[in-house]
């Protein structure tokens, strides 16, 4: 066969993997994120209708059969399916399996009227210095102002500051731009966090930050510091020591915390109920000590090969199961 030939073929089947890539980010976005943005009815659980979703502009480009193939067939990183169908009343009905974080329509339904809590929201975010929120209740509205603030790129440290409010039980913090100043921020103004995401904030968190806001937080029960790769064994030390509530944590994408570290912190974690370490290079015999503890006390461990499935999740990509659940 020719070069000229192998390299047709190549280019070939490039693209053919590039469209099945776009389609599958396609997907991702609709329904993980934009189901109800883009106009789609969401059912309960998260499921949304094919014959409205192979309507959209967004996927002319696809046919009805090439999108449930993708459906069927697609898989994450970490080889979990990533969507999943069923047939109800006639309809086939698709959602994500996991990640699921659905934007608010700012619209009415059908309609391009903002409604009442968006213009309510976009006035307040922008004019924070015309309202005291110390005592706002709703930590919902509260996220998804500093979510709407970064949308906008006008989350600058002095908004950020003023919707820290001590009422706040529950932050995400996801992709959030933050300095040292405004870490210690959180721990200053929201001292009864039970529920905090620093995912993907790497470039900030050390062992020293990581140990103060361990002590600050006392309350913390789920944690998510994916990506933080600076951090360390101290870390781990700080956190079975000082925090003594956590039920969840998240680990992934960490390369600098030793497999001793590790066990030592389920060990001393009382009330640990899910684990998510991945990515980490775990010996066969720290394997056999995690499975084991993990078994007496009841706790997932979220581990690439790991297959006992009393220990390990049907769905390795699932979210902390108590992540993103606001508190009464």
Not at 119 to 140: A, Q, W
């Amino acid at each position: 066969m020719s070069s000229s030939t192998k390299t047709g073929k190549q280019k070939k089947m490039n693209s053919e993997d590039n469209e099945d890539t776009r389609l599958a980010k396609r997907l991702c976005y609709l329904l993980r994120y934009g189901a109800v943005k883009e106009g789609l009815d969401v059912y309960e659980g998260g499921y949304v209708d094919m014959d409205q979703v192979v309507e959209l502009n967004l996927m002319r480009h696809d046919t009805r059969e090439e999108i449930l193939a993708e459906v069927d067939s697609s898989l994450s990183t970490r080889g979990a399916k990533r969507f999943e169908r069923k047939e109800e009343n006639g309809k086939t009905l698709v959602r994500a399996c996991f990640c699921v974080n659905f934007e608010v329509n700012p619209c009415h339904s059908g309609t391009n009227v903002t409604t009442l809590l968006s213009t309510c929201l976009d006035y307040v975010s922008d004019n924070l210095e015309l309202f005291d929120l110390e005592d706002f209740p709703d930590e919902y509205l509260i996220n998804n102002m500093i979510h709407r603030l970064k949308k906008k790129k006008k989350l600058n440290n002095a908004a950020f500051r003023q919707l820290l409010v001590p009422t706040l039980h529950h932050l995400n913090l996801d992709n959030i731009y933050l300095t040292e100043g405004t870490l210690r921020s959180v721990w200053k103004s929201c001292p009864h966090l039970r529920i905090l995401s620093l995912k993907d904030c790497g470039y900030l968190m050390t062992d020293n930050l990581m140990e103060q806001l361990a002590k600050k937080l006392p309350h913390l029960e789920s944690l998510n510091l994916c990506a933080c790769k600076h951090l360390t064994d101290r870390s781990m030390s700080a956190l079975w020591r000082s925090a003594k509530n956590l039920k969840e944590l998240n680990l992934s994408w960490i390369k600098t915390i030793s497999e001793s570290a590790i066990i030592s912190l389920v060990k001393n974690c009382p009330k640990l109920e899910h684990l998510d370490i991945y990515d980490h290079k775990v010996s066969a015999e720290g394997v056999e000590t995690l499975t084991e503890m993990a078994k007496d006390r009841n706790i997932t461990i979220v581990l690439k090969g790991l297959t006992d499935t009393t220990v390990a999740p049907e769905n390795p990509c699932a979210k902390l199961p108590f992540f993103g659940k606001t508190c009464h």
